[in-house]
């Protein structure tokens, strides 16, 4: 029999010590800046039971939501008639539990359990891995991770000035500046929605629009007339959202088309007071842009909705989020209006590596190795190799020591793989003496250091 060989499920990676290094590099600085902004970190589990992920992200959504089975013999809930009627009837039955989609919905639900435990508002950071079985490609994959901060119990919409805020002072530390902030409201969408005749099917009508990047306007369009819109004004809201806006002075046409339709419509005032908020306080040159074709598919966004894609390199949306206000309703807990964004870990790595952002030393931790002679002294010149790092670790230097008593030019070539920046070279001589060889492996400069010498080299 032959043996299988090893493989991936699509759509997932594995990461080796350098690509993990560099992601925990843009983990630390999404970290540093939820914690300056005053989030404390939550976690909850992969798994979250069906009844609380479905009919939260939409009917794609949950087409999309990865089902576990049921543990035993889960077969013997169903009969011929499921497997008739399909997956509507026996998924109930076979499945309970499902992989989390985002991290979102599982804090909504984290809210309305510990209700009497938290200060409203609260301010939370998350950062885990979410599932999807979405097609795999460039920069879309089945198990990736989000870096969510939350800002749940306030309708103040300094919130949302804050979360632009925190987005332009990562991607400021991430060097990371050619991105563009896309903005919008979903009352004005779902005023342009009234507008065609789409009133009863809003959140439909913001679910096609937001496949506008992928799918062209010309079949949006087809779309929205087939739910029953208007094809003339379908035209007209096309052309209108298809006008370039970059600031809110800009934004007379759809301020009185808007008017027009709700003349109390909310959207445009909080977009108009976030934008002057925005230009008193922000520190970076990160823009933002009026987007009126935003629309995010999520079907749980009420308000300001968010999206950063860069624009330098080809890639989807690397941060998004927006304001929701009654997520928790559906959890029993009504009235308690939220506002979030979500980082793309795995899509940011992917521009960061495409721009070459990345600082050369990050996938390098290790800044010392200590290597050994062998010969006749050789257990000798270990044991002393042992004291010595374990003297370099107590004085919090990266180091480690090479395990096995093999030629000292083999160990030298361990180094120069592993990239290692200085070697310490322990022989008959330098255990005596301890004075220490000491080898900057870039520049091939060498010196004799005395402990406490060789120490404060390493460290300055």
Known sequence: MSKAKPSLPKGTRDFGPEVSAKRNYIIDVIKRNFKRYGFSQL????????????????????????????????????????????SKSITPKISEKGLRYDLTVPFARYVVMHQNDIAFPFKRFQIQPVWRA??????????????????????????????????????KDLRLEDVVIKVNHREILFALAGYVGLNDNKVGFCAELDKLDKVGADTVMGKLTEMGGDQNKIQEVMELIGSPVTDIDSLENVVEKVKTIDPENQGI??????????????????????????????????????EVKPTSVQMG???????YDDLTGIFGLPDISGVGISFGLDRIYDVLEELNLFHSDISQPLQVLVVHQAGDSGEQNFEHSQQLVTELRTQEIDSELYPDPVKIQKQ???????????????????RESKTYSLKNMVSGEQQKLPLNELIKSLQG
């Open 43 to 86: 976690e909850t589990p992969s798994m979250e039971n069906l009844s609380t992920l479905t009919g939260k992200y939409g009917e794609e959504g949950d087409q999309l939501l990865f089902k576990i089975l049921n543990s035993g013999d889960f077969l013997s809930k169903t009969n011929e008639e499921d497997y008739r009627t399909g």
């Open 134 to 171: 979405d097609r795999p490609q460039k920069g879309r994959y089945r198990e990736f991770y989000q870096c969510d901060a939350d800002i749940i119990g306030s309708r103040s919409n300094w919130n949302e000035v804050e979360l632009a805020l925190l987005i332009q002072d990562v991607f």
């Open 269 to 306: 005032s909080e977009a108009s007071n976030f934008f002057k908020s925005v230009k008193r306080t922000a520190r970076s040159n990160v823009p933002f842009e009026i987007d009126l074709s935003l629309a995010r598919g999520l079907s749980y966004y009420t308000g300001m909705i968010f």
């Open 317 to 323: 949306s690397i941060c998004g989020g927006g304001r």
């Open 412 to 430: 030298f070539k361990y180094a120069d793989k592993i990239k290692v920046p200085y070697v310490i070279v322990v022989g008959d001589e330098e």
